[in-house]
């Protein structure tokens, strides 16, 4: 019987029909969830299938499409009158097209590449340039794109290559443009030479798939007028605008289709230097087989006509590409001939200093009618300096001693002055600084304090009056390049006014069109008065014209060629080199022109060179033969 007041343990009973309840409940439930998960995929089927199908096939077009850039045509070189140095001539080529030739595996499809590759060339009679390595980097690297397998063919070669390759599915011979330099030697260090562009590191590298680079140039006016200039933004040179070509390919990256669409490059323009023919050629002829250089300016715009360098090279040689062998040969030559002296060639002046040295003197006061004795050297303290002559010149004014090349004279008149007097005139005729040239140039040495203190130490580092003495007759620290040294000649041809030596004339597009004419631009100007420039002017005129001058050999009928020699000695006492000078300017129907030759191992300005820039003058502006 159960106690009064406490509750029961036992379960409350539900009401009818809980249970049914409880599972309808859960139905409902499980049926939301699944109805909400279809509702998700087919709203993300809606998603990939209709709003992202735009995407998708833009994605699958670029996976199959490949974009394979074109470059341009390089752009003509050619002289001021018209002469073609650098251009681009059709060569034969045989090509393998991978996507043809390819077998079940990729070792099967290199060997039968590498066998037709030897047989072509065993049909040809040329070594085989493809190797294992070559074959496995393309086709990891651009199989969609032709594999090179000869190149440059002659008529007779194409005709048995192709007769060999009937055989051999997947090998075209096709028609390409290479470089070309029909004049050979002519002014080959100042053409330069091209190359290809380093893909990696070009600017439109993203923009292509494949990449097939641009022909730049590697040095001389081939690399300066890639760009011209001031006008690289308004007008292109030699390098063209790229096109490309569109090319279908399969999952693996073989091309299936090579002609769904092409956008042609655009060629580059030519361009025309201001060297002239003639000048050039007979520049070249003259200065023959020894180590020198020989600069020919128009003076009154700083154009250079004529720039020859010895010993030189062939640019035929140079393309289609440069033979491992060849180039090697010409860096083993001791002669140097990939130097372009014109520009790069340091030297001592000499003599040819002495008609600036003489300028500083007449802007410090000196008279030119002081005669100064010159007994055959000069004393600096306990040192001798002698001169050209010997036995000494005697007493000498300015003039003649300029005319005589008297060292004694010289170093006399300039005991008053500070190297930092001389040096300033130099300064002011271009040396010591590039003059601003296209190409590839050196900047010379000023001599200076400074400049002598960077190169010794300690006692030897200090200026001395001796130091002073060999910058007056253009020994010591002081060094010029042929240019600088025409351009000496040029400023006082002008009466005191150079320009900036340029060697681009003009630019053309393909059409012959002119886009850009070379404006000249004055460089400086040396110090001091027209009567003491004046003065000068008739002591060069002296050193050709007079009978006893230093440079009397130029002298040439029907011409008043004015000039200056110089030697000056460098090395060992036991082996001296001595380096000949001739600088000179010729005024011929309202044309000036300056030049400069050197030798680097002669015996005198007078014997050496001034013959040789009489003889130029004399066949350019007088003779004017069409076989120079």
């Known amino acids: 019987m159960a106690r009064k007041g406490k509750k029961s343990d036992a379960p409350k009973e539900k009401f ?240 299936v289709n090579r002609h769904i669409g092409r956008y042609e490059p655009r060629h580059g323009n030519n361009v025309f230097l201001t060297l002239d023919y003639r000048a050039q050629k007979l520049a070249q002829k003259l200065l023959g087989f020894r180590r020198g250089a020989f600069v020919v300016l128009d003076a009154s715009n700083g154009a250079i006509i004529a720039a020859a360098s010895s010993p030189t090279f062939d640019l035929k040689r140079f393309t289609p590409v440069i033979p491992e062998d060849y180039y090697a040969e010409l860096l083993r030559d001791p002669g140097r001939p990939l130097l372009n002296r014109t520009t790069l060639g340091l030297y ?84 010591g600084s590039p003059t601003g040239i296209e190409t590839e140039e050196r900047g010379g040495l000023l001599p200076s304090r400074e400049a002598k203190a960077r190169r010794y130490k300690g006692y030897h580092a200090r200026w001395t009056a001796f130091d002073t003495a060999l910058i007056s007759i253009g020994q010591g620290m002081v060094m010029v390049t042929p240019l600088q040294a025409a351009n000496v000649a040029a400023a006082f041809a002008n009466g005191g006014v150079w320009y900036k030596p340029h060697f681009l004339d003009r630019i053309t597009d393909q059409l012959g069109r002119q886009l850009m004419k070379h404006t000249p631009r004055e460089g400086g100007r040396l110090p001091g008065t027209p009567a003491a420039i004046a003065t000068i002017q008739k002591a060069m005129f002296k050193v050709v014209n007079d009978s006893d001058g230093s440079g009397r050999r130029a002298q040439r009928p029907g011409l008043e060629i004015y000039g200056k020699t110089g030697s000056a000695e460098s090395g060992p006492k036991d082996k001296r080199i001595v380096t000949t000078w001739f600088i000179a300017y010729v005024k011929y129907k309202n044309k000036t022109y300056a030049s400069a030759l050197v030798y680097e191992e002669g015996r005198s300005g007078g014997s050496d060179c001034a013959p040789l820039v009489g003889e130029f003058f004399e066949r350019f502006l007088l003779k004017k033969s069409k076989n120079e």
């Open 348 to 431: 001592t002046p000499g003599s040819i200093m002495k008609v600036l040295t003489a300028l500083a003197m007449l802007n410090k006061g000196h008279d030119p009618a002081t005669r100064i004795n010159c007994p055959g050297y000069a004393l600096i303290g306990n040192a001798k300096l002698r001169c050209a002559s010997r036995y000494g010149h005697g007493d000498l004014d300015l003039a003649n001693a300029i005319k005589h090349s008297c060292n004694t004279y010289m170093i006399k008149g300039t005991a008053q002055l500070s190297v930092e007097e001389i040096a300033a005139v130099m300064k002011a005729a271009g040396l």
């Open 16 to 255: 009818p029909g809980a249970e049914k309840l409880d599972l309808k409940v859960r139905i409902f439930l499980l049926a939301g969830i699944m109805g909400l998960l279809c509702i998700i995929i087919i709203f993300r089927l809606y998603q990939e299938q209709i709003l992202s199908s735009a995407e998708r096939q833009q994605k699958i077009t670029t996976q199959s499409v490949k974009r394979i850039r074109l470059p341009g045509r390089r752009g003509n070189i050619h002289t001021s009158d018209g002469v073609l140095l650098a251009g681009n001539t059709g060569t034969l080529q045989i090509l393998f097209f991978p996507e043809q030739m390819r077998k079940r595996r990729r070792k099967e499809t290199i060997a039968h590449m590498l066998a037709s590759a030897e047989t072509l060339a065993q049909a040809v009679g040329r070594k085989n340039i493809l190797t294992w390595r070559k074959i496995s980097r393309h086709l990891y690297l651009q199989p969609a794109m032709p594999l090179l397998v000869m190149d440059d063919l002659t008529p007779l070669e194409a005709a048995r290559a192709m007769e060999c390759a009937n055989s051999i599915e997947g090998v075209e011979l096709v028609g390409a443009d290479v470089r070309s330099y029909p004049e050979g030697t002519f002014a080959a260090q100042l053409i330069g030479y091209t190359g290809s562009a380093p893909a990696a590191s070009s600017a439109d590298r993203k923009e292509f798939n494949l990449y097939v680079p641009d022909v730049v140039g590697k040095q001389g006016a081939e690399k300066a007028f890639d760009y011209p200039g001031d006008n690289q933004e308004t007008i292109k040179g030699l390098l063209g605008e790229p096109g490309y070509a569109l090319v279908r390919v399969n999952n693996v990256g073989n091309a």
